[in-house]
């Protein structure tokens, strides 16, 4: 006790000999470091693209006085704050400079994307009733509990960043479908005589349907490293609000706004027998959907396709023909097509590759019809 009294009163004699002496106990702005969670275990974090902004909210938890007496208070420091990526300090920072408290500690709530919240608490985050465009994203990061500086959690593309640990999670799903050509080797044992005949794959219009309006509450609970990576494989955090169904069908065709995706005349899938088509066309490509039970009655994606084949024979002793039809696969449920998959779940990407096979060669099973035997009546002449 001695020794701590007399480093105190050198202190205080300092201060009395030189009265622009300052002790100064430095502060820490508050910075963050962001990055997009794709698996703990399969697969590592990627950047949250410097690009982009998001949202934050900020609760101070710590003492405050009443009536003479230490209590425990929470206070809100960040209010929808926006936090940017700075290229000359390489940090993330939010738009004013925020310093970290002394004592106690700070939670934070971050959010991202082109729709915000309905509403916005220190333990939750909700969208009511929110339609969901083809390419809208929601992004939800991990809540950030008692944090109390600055900390290099993710080391991705940004050496040195330092900050609140920000990990996104995608609150979407995303679906895309693609097309192509039967590869596979389905005509062995036939005479190959690729000069003779080819065909053309032309994809007329294709539609995809699904739920697109909806409601979810992502809560965060209490806790060491909380977060909302709990339900992220949880579709049924997603519920279309009552009596409010919403449904859309985006249709791929000549006549749409898509129209740049289309597999139209201008660009077809042509193969022969000996060099079949593998290259891949995309019809709709990654669009974000409400994640949603395929199994449930009132939430569930549908899918039709209409392409039109024509096949051409060539061949100097048969003069050329071409023989052409058009396929219509109605409007049916997808889950009917890859019942493996049973729903679209958050932060997950589905595609759906879909092969068209031009069709079986004619092959021929001949047969002869037994001689029948009729025996004539005897005649003498």
Not at 44 to 50: P, W
Not at 52 to 67: E, P, Q
Not at 142 to 151: S, V
Not at 276 to 301: C, H, M, R, Y
């Amino acid at each position: 006790m001695k020794k701590l009294f007399i480093i105190a009163a050198a202190a205080v004699a300092a201060l009395a000999a030189c009265t622009k002496t300052e002790v100064n106990t430095p502060d820490q702005a508050i910075n963050f470091n962001a990055a997009n969670y794709i698996s703990r275990v399969t697969k590592a974090n990627v950047t949250f693209g410097t690009a982009n902004t998001f949202k934050t909210n900020a609760y101070v938890h710590t003492l405050v006085l009443n009536a003479g007496t230490p209590e425990a208070s929470i206070q809100q420091m960040m209010f929808d704050e926006t936090v940017a990526w700075n290229g000359t300090l390489n940090q993330w920072l939010p738009s004013r400079t925020y310093f970290w408290p002394k004592t106690g500690y700070v939670n934070f709530f971050s959010y991202a994307g082109s729709i915000d919240p309905t509403a916005k608490a220190e333990n939750s985050l909700t969208y009511t009733g929110v339609t969901i465009n083809t390419t809208d994203d929601i992004l939800v990061a991990e809540a950030a509990y008692e944090q109390t500086g600055n900390l290099s959690t993710y080391h991705i593309d940004n050496a040195g960043v330092t900050g609140v640990p920000t990990l996104f999670h995608h609150m979407l799903s995303k679906v895309s479908f693609k097309v192509k050509l039967d590869a596979t080797d389905a005509y062995a044992g036939i005479p190959e005589h690729p000069e003779y005949y080819s065909w053309e794959i032309v994809v007329n219009e294709s539609k995809f349907g699904y739920v697109n309006k909806g409601t979810a509450e992502f809560t965060f609970a209490d806790g060491q490293g909380a977060d909302v990576a709990a339900p992220v494989g949880n579709q049924q955090l997603w519920n279309a609000p009552t009596g409010d169904f919403a449904w859309t069908i985006v249709a791929n065709n000549k006549d749409s706004e898509l129209e740049s995706t289309v597999i139209g005349d201008a660009n077809k899938m042509t193969a022969t027998n000996s060099a079949k088509v593998s290259e891949i066309k995309t019809l709709f490509d990654e669009i974000s959907v409400l994640p949603q039970d395929l199994n449930d009655t009132d939430a569930w994606g549908q899918f039709s396709l209409q392409y039109t084949i024509k096949s051409t024979y060539d061949d100097s002793s048969n003069p050329a023909k071409t023989i052409t039809e058009v396929v219509t696969v109605p409007l049916t449920d997808i889950l009917t097509y890859v019942p493996s998959i049973t729903g679209w779940k958050m932060n997950y990407k589905y595609i759906y590759n879909i092969i068209i096979k031009p069709g079986e060669p004619v092959k021929f099973d001949p047969a002869v019809v037994e001689w029948e035997e009729e025996t004539a009546a005897d005649k003498i002449i």
